[in-house]
């Protein structure tokens, strides 16, 4: 019989013409390089997919172990709703410089203009540092038309258009596929998302990439997905509640002592381990990892003084 445990995950980088090394300085971990922009710290999608550290299944990756052992990682519930699929991608963020204005598209408009692969992307950020005049883009100022949007696009004056939101350590924000939105640079976040890797670049600001080359915009698809009413009042999102939408519940713990966290034969769990150390299941633990709570493993036992998040 296997034993199942706690799974603690190594990530796959992606190097980024926006990314830095705080994921290094704030998190300890061994980054490719000085441009180093997502950590992708559960993750079984193609583009990119995490390792597990321990236990029986070391050095597979999520994948693989998925592929082998659906129903006592996932649970049953999401064995029956995803056919199989690990849902979610679990992400750290370093934004040295603005990323892209960009959108999503949800499941339906993603099956339509991508095929029977194509998958949609709802996500949520929890700010985890910020420089003191950080800000984001989180949809408009103000309605717009299709062709107003269009036009803004193509003439550059979309920057004025956006609706800017200045961040400090803490916020919380939830994203629904169709809303347009940039992180700014001086940002560094964990981000929460549908297993999709499916973006509609609008702005780039006249970049190239790291090959050199202007990064390809995707305005044609943009203007089919993005929800063009004002965001303005909608922006931040109470992660002391919840955040909780059809494809993720996330929630802020506190750790101070002993907790247990009951992971069900329906559903997985992941902790991210913001701030302090501790055990988890008598395995030691510390800012900066992620550990996949098996839907195998019933109860978990944690100790320690720590700030987490918890997924499900």
Known sequence: MKQWEPMFMDPEFKETIWGGTRIMSLFSKRIPSAHTGESWEVSAHENGQSKIRNGFLAGMTLREAVAKYPAEILGYQVMRETGGHFPLIVKLIDASDDLSIQVHPNDEQALRIEGPTGRGKTEMWYILDAESDAQLIYGLKKDMTKEQFEEAIRNGSIEDKVNYVPVKRGDAFFIPAGTLHAIGSGI???????????????YDYGRLGLDGNPRPLHIEKALQVTNLASSKGEEYADIQEGIVCPFFQVYKRNLRGIQEIAVTLDHFQIIMILEGSGKVDGKPFRKGDTILLPAAGETIGLEGRAIYLQIL
């Open 188 to 202: 560094v976040l964990a981000e929460i998302q549908q297993s999709s890797d499916t973006t509609y670049r609008v």
